[in-house]
């Protein structure tokens, strides 16, 4: 847990996008490129989440049972 919240509060900005996505949205502009990466970034944390919370609640479950 603390590894993510020091990922998540580094002051480098994080890169998401592959170089076609690059490419977009460097002819978007500056805005418009960075909510297409944080977009990115969200739609890849997501099931990362969802995999992790039924993991820790199958662990959970485990160890009740022990």
């Keep these: 847990m603390g590894?993510?919240?020091v990922m998540g509060l580094s002051s480098?900005?994080?890169l998401g996008q592959c170089?076609?996505?690059t490419k977009t949205a460097s002819?978007?502009?500056e805005g418009p490129g960075k909510a297409l990466n944080s977009a990115i970034l969200y739609l890849a944390f997501t099931p990362l989440?969802?995999?992790g919370y039924i993991g820790w609640?199958?662990?959970k479950n485990e160890k009740a049972q022990l």
């Design 19 to 21: 170089s076609i996505c």
């Design 27 to 29: 002819q978007l502009g």
């Design 12 to 14: 480098q900005p994080l």
């Design 49 to 51: 989440a969802i995999m």
């Design 57 to 59: 609640r199958w662990w």
């Design 3 to 5: 590894m993510f919240l």
